[in-house]
C-alpha cells in the first residue's frame, strides 16, 4: 500500500469554490509535488505567471505541481503520469460540477495498472454553504457528491447566518454523517485536511467529531416540545436528533470482536453485487478470527477492495465496523447479514 500514489478526487456543484482549492495547490509553496488532472483547463483561470512549460496537455506550474487535462482518457494520463521521471506525492483529479464522482472513483479500483499504482485516498467534496440546500432539492448529483466524500468543505461561510449555516450542516449530516467536516472561507484549510487523508485507514473515516455528538445533546433540551412535528415550511424538519434523508441513509455496525472471515467475505461480496447500484460508499474494519491484522476494505458501488493492513495494536479493542452510505438501504437485511458473521 505505502508505496501507491495517492489519489485525491475533487468534487463539488458549479461555483462551490473547487478552482480557488485548485489555484491553492498549484501555487503555494507546500513542497510536494502534486499533479492536478482538471476537465478544462480554462475553467480553472491559473494564473499563468504560476507556468513554467507548457505542452499539448500538460503544464508545469514553478512550485513543482503540474497541471493537466482529462481530455484525453483518466486512464490514459494517470499512465502516462505514472511514466513520468520524478514521482508525485499525490494525483488529485477534479470532476465536473455537474458530474457524479463514482465512475472517477471507479476508475482507481478497475483498471489493473492504476490499480498497481495509484490508489484512492479520498473524495473531497466542496460545498456552497449559502447555495447549498437548493441544490440538494433539484440537483441529485449535489446530492451524491455529498453523500460520497470522505471530506467536505462547506465553503463560503460568511455569507450565511448561524442559523443557515446549522440548517446546512442538519442537511449535509442526514446525508453523510462520517465525512470530516470543515467550514470553509475560501476554503481556507490547510491543504493535509484535504490531502493525504488515508482514507483508506478507517479509523480517520469514522472519526466522527466530538463537537458534532454535543450538538446532539444539546438540541435535545431546546427540542423537546417539538418532536411530534415532522415539517415546517419548506417540508423539512431537521433536528439534529437522528439523521434521516428522504433517500439517501447510511449505516454504521459494529461488532465487538472478531468476525468468521468465511462467513463475512462472501456476505459482503454477494450484498455489494446485489444492492451496488444503490451503495455509494461501502468501508468497514474488521477483526478476523485468528488473524493479527486488521482487515480494510472499501467499495464504490459493486467495486470492493480490501486487505490486511497493520496489526491490532495491544490493548486496541477488536471491534468489527462496517459503514455504508447509498440510496434507500435496507438496513434490517444489512444488519442480520453482518451480524451473522460473528465469530
Not at 468497514?284 to 476494505?297: D, L, M, S, W
Request: aromatic content about 6%; overall charge negative; hydrophobic content about 40%.
Amino acid at each position: 500500500m505505502a508505496e501507491k500514489i495517492p489519489v485525491t478526487v475533487l468534487t463539488g456543484y458549479l461555483g462551490a469554490g473547487k478552482t480557488t482549492l485548485l489555484n491553492r495547490i498549484l501555487s503555494e509553496p507546500h513542497g510536494k509535488k502534486f499533479a492536478v488532472i482538471v476537465n478544462e483547463f480554462g475553467e480553472i483561470g491559473i494564473d499563468n505567471d504560476l507556468v513554467v512549460g507548457a505542452d499539448e496537455e500538460i503544464f508545469e506550474m514553478n512550485n513543482g505541481c503540474i497541471c493537466c487535462t482529462v481530455r484525453g482518457d483518466l486512464i490514459r494520463i494517470i499512465e502516462g503520469l505514472m511514466k513520468r521521471k520524478g514521482k508525485f506525492d499525490a494525483i488529485i483529479v477534479e470532476t465536473t460540477g455537474l458530474a457524479d464522482p463514482a465512475p472517477v472513483a471507479q476508475t482507481f479500483f478497475v483498471d489493473a495498472d492504476v490499480e498497481e499504482a495509484a490508489r484512492l485516498d479520498a473524495v473531497v467534496t466542496v460545498a456552497d454553504a449559502k447555495w447549498l440546500a437548493e441544490r440538494l432539492k433539484d440537483a441529485p448529483e449535489a446530492k451524491n457528491q455529498i453523500a460520497f466524500a470522505d471530506v467536505i468543505l462547506l465553503n463560503k461561510t460568511d455569507l450565511v447566518s448561524p442559523e443557515e449555516l446549522r440548517e446546512v450542516k442538519a442537511r449535509i449530516r442526514a446525508i453523510n454523517p462520517y465525512a470530516k467536516l470543515h467550514e470553509t472561507v475560501n476554503c481556507g484549510v490547510p491543504l493535509d485536511a484535504v490531502l493525504g487523508r488515508n482514507a483508506f485507514d478507517l479509523d480517520r473515516i469514522l472519526e466522527i467529531e466530538p463537537e458534532f455528538l454535543e450538538v446532539e445533546e444539546d438540541d435535545h433540551d431546546h427540542h423537546e416540545h417539538d418532536h411530534h412535528e415532522h415539517h415546517d415550511h419548506d417540508g423539512h424538519k431537521h433536528g439534529l436528533k437522528h439523521f434521516h434523508d428522504e433517500e439517501m441513509q447510511s449505516v454504521a455496525l459494529s461488532i465487538d470482536g472478531d468476525v468468521d472471515p468465511q462467513k463475512f467475505v462472501p456476505w459482503l461480496n454477494q450484498y455489494v453485487q446485489t444492492e451496488g447500484p444503490s451503495i455509494l460508499r461501502a468501508k468497514g474494519i474488521v477483526a478476523f478470527k485468528n488473524e493479527p491484522k486488521r482487515f480494510v476494505f472499501q467499495g464504490v458501488h459493486m467495486i470492493l477492495e480490501g486487505d490486511l493492513q497493520r496489526d491490532w495494536k495491544p490493548g486496541e479493542p477488536r471491534r468489527s465496523r462496517v459503514v455504508f452510505i447509498g440510496r434507500k438501504l435496507k438496513e434490517d437485511e444489512i444488519r442480520k447479514g453482518f451480524l451473522a458473521c460473528a465469530a
